[in-house]
Nanobody
């Protein structure tokens, strides 16, 4: 599986940005797609995930109501639409993938170490 993130950039606080992740390789290995982010000096943290298998979506509390994850299976692409951006959203955004999760295993959907495949990251900078 290969993942290619794109679409990052510089935006003012309150603005919007959409990042994309183009995926290739066996679809069975990318049933679950996620977005994570890492700010300077901080741990990589979960942002959002989308499961093609069971339709579940999860969001970090810090982005709920502002960010939306979606996918276009025909294009093998996952998107993260980010609205009402804040300076604290500044980070490198990574897309990640793994095979399907057991639906009762919440950690599988949101834990960094549960994901097997990672893209290279795209920088998002929000100015105040």
């Amino acid at each position: 599986v290969q993942l290619q993130a794109s679409g990052g950039g510089l935006v003012q606080a309150g603005g919007s940005l959409r990042v994309s992740c183009a995926a290739s390789g066996p679809s069975s290995s990318r049933r679950l797609m996620g977005w994570f982010r890492q700010a300077p000096g901080k741990e990589r943290e979960f942002v959002a995930s989308d499961s093609w298998t069971d339709g579940r979506q999860y969001y970090a509390d810090s982005v709920k109501g502002r960010f939306t994850i979606s996918r276009d299976n025909a294009k093998n692409t996952v998107y993260l639409q980010m609205n009402s951006l804040k300076p604290e959203d500044t980070a490198v955004y990574y897309c990640a993938a793994r095979a399907m999760c057991n639906p009762v295993d919440y950690g599988c959907y949101v834990t960094r170490d549960a994901y097997l495949y990672w893209g290279q990251g795209t920088q998002v900078t929000v100015s105040s």
